[in-house]
């Protein structure tokens, strides 16, 4: 074989070798499997790996800003707990020294039946001679004041008695539930205003037992308020995530147990505030809202009823900014 023929067979081959390239070419120009299709691919996947990551690192903003705060509320407690634990107890000695106007019991002591026939005298402190306390029979100790525990038991009588007052409300609150009558009983013996409120207080939040989930759009600062304010409750849990709707704007889905929270929460936030003040304003406008979207909930097929939207976010129109 000549020169020649090897010349036309190495010529062969590369011709052959530039038909595969140009059908390589031709594939890697094609807009549905070359590179234009993998960049898109590419181009995607990194969109959603950045939205997992932000919504990530968002809830974890969240939670962090969270422990924060009950790591402050702890250390707050253990500094006040440690305060009273050193303060020194007083002594039999110190009791012994103080007037005895300083113990009420022995200031207002009266003669028992028992104790009617007189006794060995007694010497009080701050009389002429200057002497403690003396008698003839054995030192026993002074009384204690019994005041603490007079209040505790008040307290105790008062919480019992607003536990059995919401006790008698839950048929009420059931039967306008069901929108039905309720029984007669204790709690529908009186027709007050403040038991209209607490009635509907309880509806809503059978409403919201049944939410699985609502959206709620507000200024970050503000969901920042209502999270820490319902943060303590045992029904609320945070959200997955927090997204960003722009101009301060963020958008969370809650569940309906977080509503309970937060429905509870704003209700004893309003009823405490002795003034008109910022935590009143808020808890009072953001408990509206969630009224008046749970009072038009309805049970049902999901994906008949629309979702619950509790929005934050007022404005003026766009004409008047014109």
């Known amino acids: 074989m000549g020169w020649k023929d090897e010349f036309q067979i190495a010529m062969g081959q590369l011709g052959e070798i530039r038909e595969q390239l140009g059908r390589l070419e031709g594939r890697l120009d094609d807009p549905t499997a070359g590179l234009v299709a993998l960049h898109g691919q590419v181009e995607q996947a990194r969109t959603k790996i950045l939205e997992n990551v932000q919504g990530g690192t968002t809830g974890l903003r969240e939670e962090n800003r969270e422990l924060r705060r009950r790591q402050e509320r702890m250390i707050s407690d253990l500094s006040e707990a440690r305060a009273e634990l050193?303060?020194?107890a007083p002594t039999r000695a110190d009791l012994l020294e103080s007037p005895v106007s300083h113990v009420p019991e022995l200031a207002e002591e009266k003669p028992s039946q028992e104790t009617d026939a007189p006794g060995p005298a007694l010497t009080v402190v701050g009389s002429q001679d200057g002497k403690r306390p003396t008698t003839d029979e054995p030192e026993h100790a002074l009384p204690t004041n019994d005041l603490s525990g007079d209040s505790m038991r008040n307290y105790d009588r008062a919480v019992r008695a607003e536990r059995d007052q919401d006790r008698d409300l839950r048929p009420s609150v059931e039967a306008a539930y069901r929108g039905t009558s309720a029984p007669a009983g204790p709690a529908s013996t009186s027709g007050s205003p403040e038991k209209g409120l607490r009635v509907a207080h309880g509806v809503l939040l059978l409403r919201a037992a049944g939410v699985a989930s609502a959206e709620v759009v507000a200024h970050r600062d503000t969901w920042e308020w209502l999270a820490s304010l319902a943060s303590e409750h045992a029904h609320f849990r945070a959200p997955f995530a927090v997204e960003d709707s722009g101009e301060g704007r963020v958008r969370v889905v809650v569940s309906g147990r977080s509503l309970i929270a937060l429905l509870i929460t704003l209700w004893d936030t309003r009823a405490d505030a002795e003034s008109p003040d910022g935590d009143w304003a808020m808890a009072v406008t953001t408990y509206t809202r969630m009224a008046n979207?749970?009072?038009?909930?309805?049970?049902?097929?999901?994906?008949?009823?629309?979702?619950?939207?509790?929005?934050?976010?007022d404005g003026v129109p766009e004409e008047r900014r014109e």
Do not use: F, N
Request: no cysteine; glycine share 12%; proline share 4%.
């Open 293 to 313: 979207e749970l009072s038009e909930a309805t049970g049902g097929d999901h994906e008949i009823a629309g979702a619950i939207r509790i929005v934050l976010d």
């Open 86 to 88: 050193s303060r020194p």
